[in-house]
């Protein structure tokens, strides 16, 4: 169908191919909306513990009346103290780690980027990594001061700090280099990586094992506490997302272009970058570092319905979490008892995308 | 061409505006004004300064020392918003990797935020500005495809865009095009002047960096000569384009007004045909 749309684009059809794409984004937001719908009943309907689809809303909505029943109350406890916070927690991930893809190609103008990829969320991973490991030393006070806040907050800090660093190097007078950009991306990413270890080194082996989430990804200790530490995060991103659509959208004509259309660069660009930031820190910091979603979505988007922001943003959030809760489906069944990173199903996903891309581009399309 | 009494800040002026980068003058004491209703041409070698003066004309770039002024009032102390109220500018062809098609390119324009709201009059201006760039038969195409000289006129189509939608009575508006005809046929250069000079007419002051002589003579009020980052000279065409001024310039030999001496064709487009293009 979308196909279809594009190909009709390409051939040139001056009154309806740009109608076509506006009501193509709009019945992909609905889509989405309504995939995302049945693939959050899924996820808190399908684990190690089945629970059917008519006990489902018995086991969301009823009173506490029913305690007779044990099969009813252990559905209960699978249901609320598991699924359903891990469910939440998952899709906001997705959508915050494809959201913050869509915006980081925006800003640096080139579809490969990805806050995995150029790593904005190594730098977050490296700044969560520390507040764990040190939070009873070194970083005492912050850990009391902020409390269930204190590590979405820094991986929030490590992300912005990593972006601010990527822009200030990959943009010379306006104009960004997109292979100084991947190629600074990989050595940001191996720095950060190399201070997760060194302080994966010094830690013991309890630390160890929370640390080895940060690396791989996983939606594993979901918990209502960080649904609730994720809340601000999400308050902010659905505030500031709004505001940076048009500035997404001149960006991608060029800077100067964006400024002649009336954009406040320099203030859009903080605000993509602070936005970026929020997004993949708070994603980090409960679910570690999971890639190629930032790549994989928004690029699905602009095939179906173009790259005009008011579309792509939406549609990437709605989309990469259904991804995501999908793969984390998966994640939690294939191997059950035992689960698998997600951060790993994702690479198997991403990974060929990313080739797809690269090689596209090579070709000079 | 009687002057009117008009005040003698109007329009786009540029007072001795220098840029420096890293101690070096890229542009120095280069002064000007393009009144309202005005076409000045900016003529000169390679590393002129022209598009920096052009980027400082439109705000973009902020001079080392100068100052540049819209109706009087400095450009850079008004918001990226207020200007593109009252200012529209036309790249070089820009590169973008995003599959935007052309109507959504030129729709980019009717975002401005201030810019006449209407979703009717908003419609009626894009289709029109696409017409006139004579981008109409393009608007689905997908910009990433398009040829150079189509991507050029897709921009001219979306300052169009935007100077129709400006409220016009807030002062003088202006049109800035930096090489517009680069990557032109020559029937598609006539039609971009054109459209300049239909622009100008109705009260815009328009600025162009033009390479194609012939060109600037046909279509500038006054053409601004630049060398070495200096303004060698403004003035009507007829007084700027003299074989002296000229060869100093560019630094080689340029006859004006006189066949090759050799006896070779020349050739000189001058006016566009008229009624719709036909083209595939």
Known sequence: MSDTVVLAAAAGHPQHADSDRRRTGRRLVAGAAAALIVVMLASLAIGPTGISLEALPRALFSGIGDASDPASVRDRLVLFDLRLPRTLIGAFVGAALAVSGAMMQGLFRNPLADPGLVGVSSGAALAAVATIALGDSLLVHWQSLLGRYALPVSAFAGGLATTALLVAVAARRGE?????????????????????????????????????????????????????????????????LPAAVRALDGLLLGEAEAFHLGIDVTRAKYLIVALTALAVGS?????????????????????????????LLPASALIGASLLLLADILARTVVAPAELPIGILMALIGAPVFLHLVLRRGSGS | MTPAPRRTDTGLAASALAVAVTGR????????????????????????????????????????????????????????????????????????????????????????????????????????????????????????????????????????????????????????????????????????????????????????????????????????????????????????????????????????????????????????????????
């Not at chain 2, 300064?49 to 004309?57: A, D, I």
């Not at chain 2, 980052?229 to 007004?257: E, K, Q, Y």
Request: include cysteine.
């Open chain 1, 176 to 240: 960004i280099a997109a292979g100084t950009l991947l190629l600074a991306g990989i050595a940001f990413a191996a720095l950060a990586g190399a201070g997760s270890g060194l302080i994966a080194y010094a830690s013991n082996d309890q630390e160890l094992r929370d640390l080895t989430l940060w690396s791989m990804g996983s939606l594993t200790g979901a918990s209502w506490e960080k649904v609730a530490a994720l809340v601000p995060f999400a308050a902010a991103l659905a505030i500031g």
């Open chain 1, 283 to 311: 994603s980090v910091a409960v679910a570690g570092v999971i890639g190629f979603v930032g790549i994989v979505v928004p690029h699905l988007v602009r095939l179906l319905a173009g790259p005009a922001h008011a579309v």
């Open chain 2, 25 to 280: 003058h890229l542009i120095a004491d280069v002064t000007l004004r393009v009144a309202p209703g005005e076409i000045v041409v900016v003529a000169g070698p390679n590393g002129a300064g022209k598009s920096t003066l052009l980027r400082c004309l439109s705000g973009e770039l902020r001079p080392s020392s100068g100052s540049v002024t819209l109706d009087g009032v400095p450009v850079s102390s008004q918001s990226a918003a207020a200007l593109a109220l009252r200012r529209a500018v036309v790249p070089q062809a820009s590169v973008l990797h995003f599959p935007f098609t052309v109507a959504e390119v030129v729709a980019l324009a009717a975002t401005v935020p201030g810019l006449s709201t209407p979703d009717a009059r908003q419609r009626a201006a894009i289709t029109r500005a696409m017409a006139r760039a004579d981008v109409g038969h393009l608007a689905g195409r997908l910009y990433p495809t398009l040829s150079g000289g189509e991507r050029q006129r897709v921009h001219l189509a979306r300052a169009l865009c935007q100077l129709a939608l400006a409220p016009h009575a807030e002062g003088t508006r202006a049109l800035l095009l930096d090489e517009p005809t680069a990557s032109l046929d020559i029937s598609h250069q006539l039609m971009i002047l054109e459209a300049a000079r239909e622009e100008a007419r109705t009260g815009i002051a328009v600025l162009a960096i033009l390479h194609d002589l012939n060109l600037a003579a046909t279509f500038a009020d006054r053409i601004a000569l630049m060398a070495c980052g200096r303004l060698l000279a403004i003035a009507r065409p007829a007084a700027i384009l003299d074989d002296a001024r000229l060869s100093g310039a560019f630094a080689c030999t340029v006859c004006a007004n006189r066949p090759p001496p050799g006896g070779e064709p020349y050739v000189l487009p001058q006016a566009c045909a008229a009624g719709p293009r036909t083209l595939a």
